[in-house]
């Protein structure tokens, strides 16, 4: 467990990056990763399909020998590798971070340390290579200022900081400040806000927080890659009402993720574009705080204030702590008009959610992820159940003691407030429609073969990676996600979508159960917020301000966007290879006084 | 553990939810094509006319997608039923009421009641399940007694078993 960033929350001293120097030189860029984003295709070395594999081992797989290579990717239990892909490798060259870095020197990660700001303070954030050892394997990855998950930042709303961004990693970056209603120029996203940061090169953001809550930053450049290798971390942005939440003895941030690897490796991402296109890369060690097996420690009768974010690329989690009674305050951009009790907390990739646990007996408590997976061979169901940290509450009691506090549910009465005057648009037509789907092209035979007819049946959501051969086999050359505008029939970057700042959109969204492969989506809509007014048809009615929404396969949800922030902002799948393969579009938000004269 | 849920679910607040709902597609029908959720429902000899559809939506939860702890999905049904004829024309039935039963038919969950037209029950939290409309004389009773008019299987009950198939082997005929 994270005592420091424990014991940082709580007050005690902490230690700010400010005024840190960077490192001095940056590695070599690795030929063939020019270009970015989408990283310039290299194809004069990849063919268009999945290739045979070579009879050497991959570059960066050590552990793997023997004559042809052997599947890389770890199956399920009792999960067979499909006879037509054996010996196949996906049609990519492959990349690890710091090739042809002496892994000794690089600096062994740091545990988070909370970075408490006021307006107008300034941090400086190195995305930097680093040593992380996770279940006893060292890997080269990736951090910023040495820690994963990177500084906690700290502020309080509506301040102003300065961030000073420095790229030592071998690939191009960029910050993005994930549900953060910020300047449009500070959003992060290379391609539409501004030009990728280069290995060695810096950039400073002016970061705004108007919305007090958790939120988090990431790189919008390779997701698949700079993400999944440990680029994330968390900012908490404090309401200045000190009963903003129903009190708790202790506050936590907790952040979701996980890593695929198997035996000593970490498998490779393609170089030109992402594998594990279909589904994503689901790892298969689960982390919090970057650890495999969390702990952390507690009094009898205490609550415990949890700041949950899930940064994986595609997982969905369902994350409990024991029988320990939980209810839920807030989610991405606000609290709830009403806190309600939970058994669980469903978080898809980038989505977040406030919580209030009371450990009420002493003993120890596991946290959790519980999922009902589906095994496609067998055709059943198959529950897993991952622990991921353990609590151990001891005897001594909690003071204060809150039960009483905690056992109440709050109504906010000035979220409800604030969404009285978005209600009379809840019903109104959509403005937009949009239809998300997937086309593919050069998949092996023998997954169109196995996919062809396993159409009976669905998962609405994807909880685990029930076919890792397969969907390590496809990658952004052969899979292109679409969303796709019902009115024009055209899709993603080429979409043409305007709103007036100030004006209220609707918009519905609907994803396409007959795809070739269809799967739920994060979608995440940059520097604005948004309340899922309907799913299914059915009215929500515990609202909540969101900037990431979970759509199942075959759900259509009703959005309502306040269109308050003026600039072009992304709206994209929040499952890092879905997005590497194209499933983005932009929301023009035009200045109130009119579109910028030509 | 999914008891609970259930049991909780099933709370005023639940039904407070189930009457807007219920408002909701009153006023506009589960209408629209019938998606991959929806459950086609068979008459039976006892009322060979009658005929209709399930469709699954996510019980309400602030997540958007409603699970249980063990990660089971908690759905409502909403039940478009048509050609029902009276209860009382099979015996000694005043209603119908929609039950989801395991596949082995060892548990019965009672889901609410069902009218010619759009019905509301749930919720269900089963991975596969068979939905059941009987014949009842009351419609609190916790277990079936009459006979049933409708029947059809949830979407998820048509997963396939391919361990044993020698296909996929990647070579076109
Ligand atoms: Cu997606």
Redesign the pocket.
């Known amino acids: 467990m994270r005592l420091a960033l424990v014991a940082a929350v709580l007050g005690t001293p902490f230690q700010i990056a400010l005024g840190q120097q960077p490192p001095s030189a940056p590695p070599a860029m690795p030929p063939g990763m020019s270009g970015m984003p989408g990283m310039g295709p290299d194809s004069s070395k990849t063919p268009p399909a999945a290739s045979p594999a070579p009879t050497t081992a991959m570059p960066g797989m050590a552990g793997m020998s023997g004559g042809a290579m052997a599947m890389p990717i770890p199956m399920p239990k009792g999960m067979p590798m499909v006879p037509g892909l054996i010996g196949l490798t996906p049609p990519v060259a492959s990349f690890l971070p710091g090739a042809g870095v002496d892994p000794m020197k690089l600096p062994v990660v740091k545990p988070t340390e909370v970075a408490r700001l006021k307006n107008g303070d300034t941090l400086d954030l190195t995305a930097m290579l680093l040593r992380r050892t996770i279940k006893g394997r060292t890997f080269v990855m990736y951090g910023y200022n040495g820690q994963t998950p990177g500084p906690l930042i700290r502020v309080p709303q509506n301040a102003t900081i300065i961030v000073r961004f420095h790229n030592r990693i071998d690939l191009p970056s960029s910050v993005h400040w994930h549900g953060v209603r910020l300047d449009n120029r500070y959003d992060g996203a290379p391609g539409v806000t501004q030009a990728e940061v280069r290995p060695g090169d810096s950039f400073e953001y002016r970061v705004h927080f108007p919305d007090a809550g958790v939120y988090w930053y990431h790189p919008h450049v390779r997701e698949d890659i700079e993400q999944a290798m440990g680029l994330f971390g968390n900012m908490i942005v404090d309401s200045p009402d000190p009963d903003y939440y129903s009190p708790a003895n202790r506050e936590q941030a907790l952040v979701f993720d996980d890593l695929l690897v198997n035996a000593d490796t970490l498998i490779p991402f393609g170089k030109e574009g992402p594998d594990f296109a279909l589904m994503g890369r689901v790892g298969s060690v689960e982390l919090v705080n970057g650890e495999s097996r969390d702990t952390l420690r507690a009094k009898t009768g205490e609550v415990v204030r949890f700041y949950l974010t899930n940064v994986a690329s595609s997982r969905t989690f369902n994350i409990s702590f024991g029988d320990a009674p939980m209810k839920v305050l807030a989610s991405d951009v606000s609290r709830f008009e009403r806190e309600q009790r939970v058994s669980s907390v469903v978080m898809a990739p980038a989505e977040r959610y406030i919580v209030e646990v009371r450990f009420e007996h002493p003993g120890r408590y596991a946290l959790v992820n519980a999922v009902q997976a589906i095994n496609h061979f067998a055709g059943e169901f198959d529950p897993e159940v991952d622990t991921v940290g353990i609590v151990t509450v001891d005897s001594a009691p909690a003071t204060p003691d809150f039960g009483s506090d905690f056992a109440a549910l709050r109504a906010n009465a000035a979220v409800s407030r604030d969404i009285d005057r978005y209600r009379p648009y809840f019903t109104k037509p959509a403005d937009k429609h949009f239809t998300l789907t997937v086309d593919v092209s050069a998949l092996p035979l023998a997954t169109v073969q196995f996919m062809d007819v396993d159409t009976a049946y669905y998962a609405p959501v994807e909880w685990v990676d029930a076919m890792p051969d397969m969907n390590w086999l496809s990658t952004s050359k052969q899979v292109h ?1 679409a969303i796709r505008d019902d009115a024009t029939g055209k899709e993603n970057m080429d979409v043409d979508w305007h709103a007036a700042q100030g004006s209220i959109v609707k918009v519905q969204i609907f994803n396409d159960p007959k795809s070739f492969h269809p ?1 739920q ?1 994060p979608m995440h809509l940059h520097g604005q917020r948004m309340l899922v007014v309907a799913r299914d048809g059915v009215p929500n009615r515990d609202l909540v301000w969101k900037d990431t929404v979970i759509i199942p396969v075959g759900s259509t949800v009703d959005l309502l966007i306040d269109a308050s922030n003026p600039g072009a902002w992304m709206m994209h ?1 929040h ?1 890092a290879e ?1 997005l590497g393969s194209g ?1 983005m579009t932009i929301l023009h938000v035009d200045p109130a006084a009119g579109p910028p004269a030509k | 553990m999914r008891g609970q849920i259930t049991r909780r679910l099933r709370g005023s607040r639940s039904r407070a939810r189930l009457s807007v709902v219920a408002l909701v597609v009153g006023l506009l029908g589960p209408s629209g094509p019938i998606g991959p959720y929806d459950i086609p429902l068979y008459g039976t000899p006892k009322a060979p006319a009658a005929n209709g559809h399930g469709r699954l939506v996510y019980a309400d939860s602030p997540f958007g997608v409603a699970l249980t702890k063990d990660g089971h999905t908690v759905y409502d049904i909403q039940i478009t039923a048509a050609a029902l004829p009276a209860p009382s024309s099979l015996g000694a039935y005043s209603t119908y009421v929609a039950w989801a039963a395991t596949s082995d038919l060892t548990q019965w969950t009672r889901l609410g009641s069902v009218v010619n037209g759009n019905s509301i029950v749930g919720p269900v939290d089963l991975n596969k399940f068979l939905l059941v409309v009987t014949a009842e004389s009351d419609s609190t009773s916790a277990t079936h007694a009459g006979p049933t008019v409708l029947h059809g299987i949830s979407p998820s009950a048509l997963l396939q078993k391919f361990l044993t198939k020698p296909a996929f082997h990647g070579i076109a005929d």
């Open positions: 996600w799967m989506h799948c499952i879905h499933m």
